[in-house]
């Protein structure tokens, strides 16, 4: 069974630096892309971009490219995005997905809360 | 960039009513590369139809997928009480992107 297993909530002050993880399973993990997909409170499915754990090749929505780095670690099966310097407004839910036929195994999502 | 809207934004309907949901490009999808998720509260999205009109493991045959170039659709045909949810298209063949979504609530 494929499986993406996220990291737990976090709650970060602004300026702060963070990375949360997604960890899969019961697939190749270097053969499939990782997308990352961005939900505000009570809002919609924002891309955020993709990941190619195999050779950590990355492609980012424009309007994400600067704000956010992708990052896998192949040997532990597990793909990471990562901020430097947190905003309010990157408060969200997080979510990774692996890249098919569309996206058809996703984890439980990542609940990050920046304030202050 | 490919911009998907969708319509409407809001369906009432009540159980055992049919479901009629609306997916338009902004320019011609490539390969009919589009997908259909559904999302309940505080639940991951979940894929129901992919490649337009291809049903995902396990997802009920009251859900069908239909259109090519710049129109897609999403029916169900018969709602279940499980089924109220919002609904998202999303198109992978020239990058990504997701349209705004469609609530569909019971009326």
């Known amino acids: 069974e494929v499986q993406l297993v996220q990291s737990g909530a976090e709650v970060k002050k602004p300026g702060e630096s963070l990375k949360i993880s997604c960890k899969g399973s019961?697939?190749?993990?270097?053969?499939?892309?990782i997308g990352w997909v961005r939900q505000m409170p009570g809002k919609g499915l924002e891309w955020m971009g993709i990941?190619?754990?195999?050779?950590?090749?990355?492609r980012y929505s424009p309007s994400f490219q600067g704000q956010v780095t992708f990052s896998a670690d192949k040997s532990i099966s597990t793909a990471y995005l990562q901020w430097s310097s947190l905003k309010a407004s990157d408060t969200a839910t997080y979510y990774c997905?692996?890249?098919?036929?569309?996206?058809?195994?996703w984890g439980q999502g990542t609940l990050v809360t920046v304030s202050s | 960039e490919i911009v998907l809207t969708q319509s409407p934004g809001t369906l009432s309907l009540s159980p055992g009513e049919r479901a009629t949901l609306s997916c338009r490009a902004s320019?011609?999808?490539?390969?009919?590369?589009l997908a259909w998720y559904q999302q309940k509260p505080g639940q991951a999205p979940r894929l129901l139809i992919y490649?337009?009109?291809s049903r995902a493991t396990g997802i009920p045959d009251r859900f069908s997928g239909s259109g090519s170039g710049t129109d897609f659709t999403l029916t169900i045909s018969r709602l279940e009480p499980e089924d109220f949810a919002v609904y998202y298209c999303?198109?992978?063949?020239?990058?990504?992107?997701f349209g705004p979504g469609t609530k569909v609530d019971i009326k």
């Open positions: 997905a692996r890249v098919g036929s569309g996206l058809g195994s």
């Open positions: 019961g697939y190749s993990f270097t053969s499939s892309w």
């Open positions: 990941i190619y754990p195999g050779d950590s090749d990355t």
């Open positions: 320019q011609s999808v490539s390969s009919n590369y």
């Open positions: 490649g337009a009109s």
């Open positions: 999303q198109q992978y063949g020239s990058s990504f992107a």
